[in-house]
C-alpha cells in the first residue's frame, strides 16, 4: 500500500496532518502483534510495556529531550493536560496559539499576550505575562504558566521561545510551555519547561502525540497511566510508529530548495521577522481563499485556508487578525504547508500553477 497521496495529485497541506512514513507503518505492524495492555503485570503485557518504553526512550533521544514525556493521544490532550493539572496560579497564552489551547474558553486565561510589529512578542509583554509591575523583576509574583507556540500553523512564523526564556527567567515562579506540534522533528525543540508534540504532523501516525515536561512535580497527578499523569491505555503501536517517524529524519528536499520555493511569491507570501522553510501563508492580489481552494483542489492542489480546525468557515482567522493583517489580505490568503514526502517537482508544479490564476 502507498503511504503518498494518490497518483495526480499534489499534497500541500502537511501542517494539517502528513503521510505516514513507510517506517512508522512499518513499526506499527510490529506494535499490533504487541497487543496487550502494557500495565498488565503477565508477560504479554510485560513485553508490550518494554516496547512502550523503548519508544518513549527513542522519541526523547530523537527530540534531545532530557526530561520527561508522557504520552497522549495527541497535542490536543496533552495542552488539556497542561491546562487543567500545571500546578500554578496564572495561566497565560498568546493570541496566536492553536485553538487547542482555548479549548476552554478565553477566559481560562489571565492574560492574552499580544503581538508586535512583525509577530514578535515583546519584552513588556512578556513581564506582564510574569504579573510584573514596571521593567523590572517583582519579589513575591505568582506561579505563571505561558503557552507559548514555537512556529505558528498558519503563517510558519518561528518565535524566538529561547530569547523568550531567557527574559522569563528575571521571574523564578514563570514557566514557559511551547506547542512543538508544527517545529519537533524539523527543528530543535527550545528550551522550554514543558513541550507539546504530535506524531501525525511529521509522518507519524494520527492518535498519538507527547506532553514533555522537566520534572513530573509541575504537574498534578491524576490518576491512571503514565505515572499516574495520564488516564487511558497507551497506544503502543502508536508509539513505535512515532519513534520511527522521528528516526526516519530525511525529506525529498532540501532546506535551500525550499527557502527558493517559497522566494518565489515574493509580497504574495505574508513575511514575519522569522520564518519557517515549510509552512507560508500566500495572499493573492484578487481571488478570494475559498476560489483559490477550488480552483487548486481541481487543479490537483491540496492545500488549506488557515489551521485544519478553522479551514472550514468562512470567518476571518483570529490568527490572522492577531498577526496584523488587514481584512482584505485575509480574505485571499492560503496556507501551502510542504513535509517529509514533498518533491521538488511538486514544487515546481506549484510555482506554475500559482502563476496561472488570474
Not at 510589529?117 to 513588556?124: I, Q, T, Y
Not at 481563499?289 to 491540496?302: P, S
Request: aromatic fraction near 8%; charge should be negative; charged fraction near 25%.
Amino acid at each position: 500500500m502507498s503511504d503518498r497521496p494518490q497518483v495526480g495529485r499534489i499534497y500541500l497541506d502537511h501542517a494539517a496532518t502528513s503521510p505516514l512514513r513507510p517506517e512508522a507503518r512499518a513499526a506499527m505492524e510490529q506494535g499490533f502483534a504487541l497487543w496487550a495492555n502494557p500495565s498488565s503485570p503477565h508477560a504479554e503485557g510485560r513485553k508490550a510495556k518494554q516496547a512502550l518504553e523503548d519508544a518513549r526512550d527513542r522519541i526523547k533521544r530523537a527530540l534531545d529531550w532530557d526530561g520527561e514525556l508522557i504520552f497522549t493521544s495527541g497535542a490536543s490532550e496533552a495542552l488539556a493536560i497542561a491546562l487543567r493539572y500545571a500546578k500554578v496560579e496564572r495561566k497565560v497564552a498568546s493570541a496566536v496559539e492553536h485553538d487547542a489551547v482555548y479549548a476552554d474558553g478565553a477566559e481560562t486565561f489571565d492574560y492574552i499576550m499580544p503581538l508586535g510589529e512583525r509577530g514578535v512578542v515583546g519584552r513588556g509583554e512578556i513581564y506582564e505575562a510574569a504579573g510584573a509591575v514596571g521593567t523590572g523583576p517583582n519579589d513575591d509574583l505568582p506561579s505563571t504558566l505561558i503557552f507559548m507556540q514555537h512556529v505558528n500553523s498558519e503563517t510558519g512564523a518561528v518565535f524566538d521561545l529561547d530569547g523568550f526564556r531567557r527574559i522569563a527567567n528575571n521571574f523564578e515562579k514563570t514557566q514557559i510551555l511551547s506547542d512543538c506540534s508544527q517545529s519537533a522533528g524539523k527543528i530543535a525543540l527550545p528550551n522550554a519547561h514543558m513541550a507539546v508534540v504530535s506524531a501525525h504532523k511529521l509522518g507519524g501516525p494520527i492518535g498519538v502525540g507527547a506532553l514533555l515536561v522537566r520534572d513530573y512535580a509541575a504537574l498534578n497527578p491524576m490518576g491512571g497511566h503514565e505515572r499516574g499523569y495520564r488516564r487511558g491505555t497507551e497506544n503502543v503501536p502508536g508509539a513505535m510508529g512515532f519513534a520511527a517517524a522521528l528516526e526516519a529524519g530525511e525529506w525529498h528536499t532540501t532546506s535551500e530548495q525550499r527557502e527558493q520555493f517559497f522566494a518565489e511569491f515574493g509580497d504574495a507570501r505574508l513575511n514575519f521577522r522569522d520564518q519557517s522553510d515549510y509552512i507560508a501563508a500566500l495572499s493573492h492580489p484578487s481571488i478570494s481563499a475559498q476560489a483559490l481552494l477550488i480552483r487548486l483542489d481541481a487543479m490537483g492542489f491540496a492545500v488549506s485556508a488557515g489551521s485544519a480546525c478553522s479551514s472550514g468557515t468562512l470567518k476571518k482567522s483570529r490568527v490572522l487578525d492577531a498577526f496584523g493583517v488587514s481584512d482584505d489580505v485575509a480574505a485571499r490568503t492560503i496556507r501551502v504547508s510542504l513535509g517529509w514526502s514533498t518533491t521538488q517537482d511538486e514544487l515546481e508544479q506549484f510555482a506554475g500553477a500559482w502563476r496561472s490564476l488570474t
